[in-house]
C-alpha cells in the first residue's frame, strides 16, 4: 500500500485518478487542530498499470510546489521531486509484480 499525504485543496487534482481506478484508492480524512492546514491521505493500492497515470498527477503537484508526502514500506519522502516520485512508484510497481 501507498500512501500520499496531499492538502485537503488539492484533492481536486486527483480526481480523475480517483475516478479511474475506484477499487484501488481510498480517502483517509483526518481531523486537523483549529487553524491547521487540513491534509488527506490517499491510500492506493496500485497496479503496475497506473503508476504511470499516478506519476503524472504527482509530478504536476510537485511542479505546482504543493505539499506531496509519499510514504511506502515505512519510509517517507518529504519534499519530493519529481526524480524521487518516479523512483518510489517505479520500487512500488516492481514490487507489485512480484
Do not use: C, W
Amino acid at each position: 500500500m501507498l500512501l500520499i499525504e496531499i492538502a485537503k485543496s488539492d484533492l481536486p487534482m486527483f480526481d480523475q485518478f480517483r475516478s479511474d481506478y475506484p477499487s484501488d484508492v481510498e480517502l483517509v480524512e483526518t481531523d486537523q487542530f483549529d487553524g491547521a492546514v487540513e491534509f488527506v491521505h490517499l491510500l492506493v493500492d496500485l497496479a503496475p498499470v497506473a503508476v504511470g497515470s499516478l506519476a503524472t498527477i504527482l509530478v504536476q503537484t510537485i511542479q505546482s510546489r504543493k505539499h506531496v508526502v509519499v510514504k511506502f514500506q515505512g519510509i517517507e519522502v518529504r519534499g519530493i521531486s519529481e526524480t524521487n516520485a518516479m523512483k518510489v512508484l517505479s520500487e512500488y510497481a516492481g514490487k507489485k509484480k512480484k
